[in-house]
Nanobody, 121 residues
Framework: VQLQASGGGLVQAGGTLRLSCAASGSTSRINAIGWYRQAPGKQRELVAV???????NYADSVKGRFTISRDNTKNTVYLQMNSLKPEDTAVYYC????????????????WGQGTQVTVSS
């Protein structure tokens, strides 16, 4: 499975962005897709994850501000980010797995390029 994250950019605090993660290849093997982020000097963290039937989980730091969704017809998962804060600044990545239970960053050996999100104060 190949994943391409896009949609990042520079936005002021309080602004919005929508990230996209387009999947191609053997997408039938995918059950869950997650969004992750890594800020400079920090470990990569799971931000949100969604499974094939639309159940989603969020990190506490983004609950109520971020929404993950998926369009199975386009093999694309979105991350709608509202009320952005400077601490949301990071490179955002997406990754895919077969189980919601194995979507921690440490469950993956490879990552795509990610997309930079910068929130100015």
């Amino acid at each position: 499975v190949q994943l391409q994250a896009s949609g990042g950019g520079l936005v002021q605090a309080g602004g919005t962005l929508r990230l996209s993660c387009a999947a191609s290849g053997s997408t039938s093997r995918i059950n869950a897709i997650g969004w992750y982020r890594q800020a400079p000097g920090k470990q990569r963290e799971l931000v949100a994850v969604i499974n094939s039937v639309g159940s989603a989980n969020y990190a506490d730091s983004v609950k109520g501000r971020f929404t993950i969704s998926r369009d199975n017809t386009k093999n694309t998962v979105y991350l709608q980010m509202n009320s952005l804060k400077p601490e949301d600044t990071a490179v955002y990545y997406c990754n895919a797995g077969r189980s919601m239970l194995r979507m921690l960053p440490t469950n993956f050996d490879s990552w795509g390029q990610g997309t930079q999100v910068t929130v100015s104060s």
